[in-house]
């Protein structure tokens, strides 16, 4: 499937009424953007249900999760989750799994202990089953990966990777493990603020939650970033490294060294001053929309 090289991931694709976001899935089509990304979080909409509501509001757009929880469903449930999107919308769906973060596991009453290990039985699990799901129900399974030994999980049993919280330097590296002919779909959060300062603050609400996650964390440690990073929601460095800020243009370049290091999509994230607002992130997406050259 061709799903193109930008757009949007948003977490009130999964939280807003459903006749918002309807309209809002329809716009973003007529403006260009090539496949929404829906998340799977403790107070969204369960992401195939999430997944089926964008797609039959649009005509053509892809939709991806990004991403659902392995440990939300077992593994034939997710398989026939992809086995019926992808019949009902040839050529429209992507999967996209991951193994979340430990705390949030732990609540759901599960052991955290081996990810990977846990990774691999599961798209055992999921092979199994396919092969009594239904004729033409096919879509592209991509892992949600950060670290080398998933990126390399991503390479050898999916169709690529989806990344996040991540700068181009990552990026790169994932490239480098997937080979040439995997997808790689890493998520980019953006604001259209030039200020520095406000800008920067912007990003730091973001990052604030993203850095009590040893996930992230860890991977972000692998590329150079040390304490000083972390502390108080975030370096400068670091907030330029994960935020993309500025004008148009400025956005539009950063967007490009996702690309330029290796990705074949990237998936936009609009930020808004004191938390998600589908008006304001649907300014920003229209505003870069040009710029972006989709």
Avoid: C
Wanted: charged share 20%; aromatic share 6%.
């Amino acid at each position: 499937m061709d799903n193109g090289r930008i757009g949007v991931w948003y977490p009130l694709f999964g939280r807003a009424p459903a006749g918002v976001v309807r309209q809002a899935a329809a716009e973003l089509e007529e403006l260009g953007y090539s496949t929404l990304w829906i998340n799977e979080g403790s107070n969204s909409r369960e992401p195939f249900a999430g997944a089926a509501l964008l797609l039959a509001a649009t005509r053509q757009i892809a939709v991806g999760t990004g991403v659902a929880n392995i440990w939300a469903r077992d593994a034939t449930a997710m398989a026939a989750g992809r086995a019926t999107l992808g019949e009902a919308y040839p050529g429209r769906f992507l999967l996209g799994i991951g193994v979340s973060h430990g705390g949030l596991v732990t609540g759901r009453g599960h052991d955290y202990g081996k990810p990977l290990t846990a990774m691999r039985a599961y798209l055992d699990g999921m092979d199994e089953a396919a092969t009594a799901m239904v004729e033409g129900g096919d879509a592209p399974r991509l892992l949600a990966a950060l670290r080398p030994r998933m990126l390399e999980l991503a390479r050898d049993r999916a169709e690529g990777a989806h990344t996040y919280f991540v700068p181009p330097e990552h990026t790169a590296r994932a490239r480098e493990i997937l080979g040439r002919d995997r997808l790689l779909v890493p998520e980019l959060a953006v604001v259209l603020q030039p200020d520095p300062a406000k800008a920067r603050q912007v990003a730091r609400e973001h990052m604030a939650y993203y850095l009590t996650l040893p996930n992230y964390v860890n991977n972000l440690r692998d590329l150079g970033y040390t304490d000083s990073d972390f502390a108080d929601g975030g370096s400068d460095r670091l907030a330029d490294a994960i935020v993309a800020w500025g004008d148009e243009q400025a956005v539009a370049k950063r967007v490009r060294a996702h690309l330029d290091a290796g990705a074949d999509h990237v998936a936009l994230q609009p930020l808004t001053a004191g938390g998600y607002d589908m008006a304001d992130g649907m300014t920003q997406l229209a505003r870069l929309s040009d710029t972006l050259d989709l």
